[in-house]
């Protein structure tokens, strides 16, 4: 459950604000990019990764690196056993679906399922 009362926490590093659809307000969060895997049923979070804004990064001595940045390289850590003979398809959501991610996932030999969206 959220709590949108009056911030009585301490400052966390790497937040920011985000929207939420749900209840169409602002909130303050981390925000991380993640790979799924799913075979036969079960689901594995795989490759986590916290995105930082420029400011949280230059205050942590850290690269900044764009969200498809993230989810290319995510896709490109992907290491699959040699014995593994499934396909492998790679659905990437509409705000990922660039050039990189794109082919990141070509390069992995993987299907991709996606949507383009014109602003």
Same mark, same amino acid.
């Given at each position: 459950?959220?709590?949108?009362?009056?911030?009585?926490? %301490?400052? #966390?590093?790497?937040?920011?604000? *985000?929207?939420?659809? /749900?209840?169409?307000? &602002?909130?303050?969060?981390?925000?991380?990019? *993640?790979?799924?895997? !799913?075979?036969?049923?079960?689901?594995?979070? &795989?490759?986590?990764?916290?995105?930082?804004?420029?400011?949280?990064? =230059? #205050?942590?001595? =850290?690269?900044?690196?764009? $969200?498809?940045?993230?989810?290319?390289?995510?896709? =490109? /850590?992907?290491?699959?056993?040699? &014995?593994?003979?499934?396909?492998? !398809?790679?659905?990437?959501? *509409?705000? !990922?679906?660039? %050039?990189?991610?794109? =082919? /990141? /996932?070509?390069? %992995?030999?993987? &299907? #991709?399922?996606?949507? $383009?969206?014109?602003?």
């Amino acid at each position: 459950m959220l709590a949108f009362g009056p911030s009585r926490g %301490k400052h #966390v590093e790497a937040t920011l604000k *985000t929207f939420d659809p /749900a209840t169409k307000r &602002f909130i303050t969060g981390h925000q991380f990019v *993640t790979g799924t895997l !799913y075979c036969r049923g079960l689901t594995i979070p &795989f490759g986590i990764r916290l995105h930082l804004n420029k400011i949280s990064a =230059q #205050v942590l001595k =850290q690269p900044h690196k764009k $969200l498809t940045s993230l989810a290319s390289e995510i896709i =490109q /850590a992907l290491d699959l056993p040699r &014995f593994w003979k499934g396909k492998v !398809y790679c659905l990437i959501v *509409t705000a !990922y679906f660039n %050039k990189s991610t794109l =082919q /990141a /996932a070509k390069s %992995k030999g993987s &299907f #991709v399922i996606g949507a $383009l969206k014109k602003n």
